[in-house]
């Protein structure tokens, strides 16, 4: 191979190259649009609809159908709390507006501030899933020994395909900075608030 058949060899790679590179920085810009639209087929990281109240109470419900909602809920191991929901799964009629409420205690001698990312399963469900009123809306501050109750109010949209039967709403709670890490990680740039 002689010198001007290295150079075109040379030339070919580097255009190579160059062109992955803007591959791989378009697709990285492309992340979070991609990592929305998969949150939202999916039901991951809490991609359910938010509403006002009401809003909600203008939804038409439909008493001929019960579709049961379960209540799961998860503390992540760097948290010192205890964490539940009151009730493990309810029947509730799409369109009506339903309130129940978790129960977080802080096991620390110190004040812990937490903050629960949510998910839905299956995922067709997180669209037709709205809350109005959520303590994953805001982080919440326990003083050493302090329990509470947290609400939670949501609205089953009546549009819900006839298929999903049981509907899933789990809550992981993270310690505050930790949280705020990960969804940062996740979102790029962004409040906490955006993926809840």
Excluded at 51 to 73: K, N, P, S, W, Y
Excluded at 82 to 101: A, L, Q
Aim: contains cysteine.
């Amino acid at each position: 191979m002689d010198m001007q058949d290295r150079a075109v060899a040379n030339s070919r790679v580097v255009k190579r190259l160059g062109f992955a590179a803007v591959l791989m920085f378009g697709f990285g810009f492309a992340m979070v649009p991609l990592y929305d639209v998969f949150c939202e087929v999916t039901g991951l990281n809490g991609k359910t609809g938010r509403m006002g109240l009401e809003e909600a109470l203008t939804q038409v419900v439909d008493e001929d159908r019960l579709v049961t909602v379960e209540f799961l809920g998860v503390v992540h191991s760097e948290l010192p709390w205890d964490f539940k929901p009151m009730v493990k799964k309810i029947k509730v009629h799409p369109g009506e507006v339903t309130e129940v409420n978790y129960y977080a205690s802080n096991k620390a001698a110190n004040p812990v501030t937490g903050q629960a990312v949510p998910s839905v399963a299956p995922g067709k469900a997180a669209k037709y899933f709205s809350k109005t009123e959520c303590f994953c809306f805001t982080r919440q501050l326990l003083e050493p020994g302090e329990g509470k109750e947290m609400p939670l109010r949501f609205v089953v949209d009546p549009g819900l395909p006839e298929s999903v039967k049981t509907v899933s709403l789990s809550y992981t709670f993270y310690q505050a900075e930790a949280a705020a890490e990960g969804a940062e990680a996740k979102k790029g740039s962004g409040s906490l608030d955006s993926i809840l």
